[in-house]
């Protein structure tokens, strides 16, 4: 099965900085992986999904995310921060018929 | 708004009381999950409904739990015997095929004291 390990738990970067937040993955063939977000007291939202297409994957709001086989990861960025990205941002891979999703890394945006 | 729908939002129980939540997932969604998520932890897988059929449950789902989705559209969950520990967010997917695209609703709190 799929698992996903989030690296860091809490991320704080300033307004207009770069924003990276980390995925690892483990699995014996090839993954489907995703970004999800979680605003307060909202549904969680996708931001983008690998399904073993292209390596560098394009989300909402400005994400992305590549795929790194050679280092089993699935990092996502975004060139510059916005107040609205504040949020909690989670790792997710497909094992069977459901997602298993990591820990989670809480956004704090700086002004 | 035609999102997903939990309801309650809030619950708040005393220890060994039953609750019932209930999840309106998107018109014509075959597909219904449920998950739970505790303080600093990821959603956790509890279940999937497709259409009304119960295709999987997780080793979390103890016999307290039990969810139906009659007619295949909303589902509910219910909780036998709540214990301090079942204190989490309750939360409900659906989509219209498959993983590749999920849709959450808000979620119910529940609160067991």
């Known amino acids: 099965a799929q698992s996903v390990t989030q690296l860091d738990s809490h991320v704080s970067v300033s307004e207009g900085t770069p924003v990276l937040l980390r995925c690892n993955y483990s699995?014996?063939?090839?993954?489907?992986l995703f970004w999800y977000v979680q605003h307060p007291n909202k549904g969680l939202q996708l931001l983008l999904k690998?399904?073993?297409?292209?390596?560098l994957v394009k989300g909402i709001n400005g994400f992305e995310a590549e795929f790194k086989k050679s280092e089993t990861s699935f990092h996502l960025t975004k060139p510059s921060a916005h107040m609205s990205d504040a949020a909690e941002y989670f790792c997710?891979?497909?094992?069977?018929?459901?997602?298993?999703f990591g820990t989670g890394t809480r956004l704090t945006i700086i002004p | 708004d035609t999102g997903v729908s939990q309801n309650p939002r809030h619950k708040i129980t005393k220890r060994g009381q039953n609750v019932t939540f209930r999840c309106d997932p998107i018109?014509?969604?075959?597909?219904l999950y449920w998950y739970r998520q505790t303080l600093g932890q990821g959603p956790e897988f509890l279940t999937y409904?497709?259409?009304?059929?119960?295709?999987?449950k997780s080793r979390l789902l103890s016999d307290r739990f039990s969810a139906e989705r009659p007619k295949g559209s909303f589902s509910t969950l219910e909780i036998q015997r709540t214990e301090q520990g079942d204190s989490a967010m309750y939360l409900c997917?659906?989509?219209?095929?498959?993983?590749?695209?999920?849709?959450f609703g808000s979620g119910t709190q529940l609160s067991v004291l």
């Open positions: 018109s014509e969604h075959n597909r």
């Open positions: 997917a659906s989509s219209s095929g498959g993983l590749e695209k999920l849709f």
């Open positions: 699995s014996s063939y090839s993954p489907s």
């Open positions: 690998y399904t073993s297409a292209a390596t």
């Open positions: 409904f497709q259409n009304e059929a119960q295709l999987e």
């Open positions: 997710a891979g497909r094992g069977n018929e459901k997602l298993t």
